[in-house]
């Protein structure tokens, strides 16, 4: 079975926040990040993208194509877009 061709992607995800201060309700919000990356999976809850692809699997050294690492996990419902980036 031939691996689809990976797609780098800007995940824009709220972050969850915890203060341990004096903050008020009011001061504490949650903040809005993007991350960038190739796009892995997803699946009913989680999504995940990887910061380093390694077409020919060097570091791993099984000779896969496409062998991701770095990989970061999100949970669906943190995420609010995911947007590809073309390639032209």
Known sequence: MR???PRLCIIT?????ACS????EGEVEC?????VGWFISQTKD????AST???NDIIGGRGEANSFYG???FP?????????????
Do not use: H
């Open 3 to 5: 691996k689809k061709k």
């Open 13 to 17: 995800w709220r972050d969850i926040l």
């Open 21 to 24: 201060g004096w903050e008020k």
């Open 31 to 35: 903040p809005e990040i993007q991350s």
């Open 46 to 49: 989680t999504i995940k993208i």
């Open 53 to 55: 692809l390694d077409t």
């Open 71 to 73: 990989v970061t996990a």
């Open 76 to 88: 669906k419902g943190c995420v609010l877009s995911i947007n590809f980036i073309s390639e032209s």
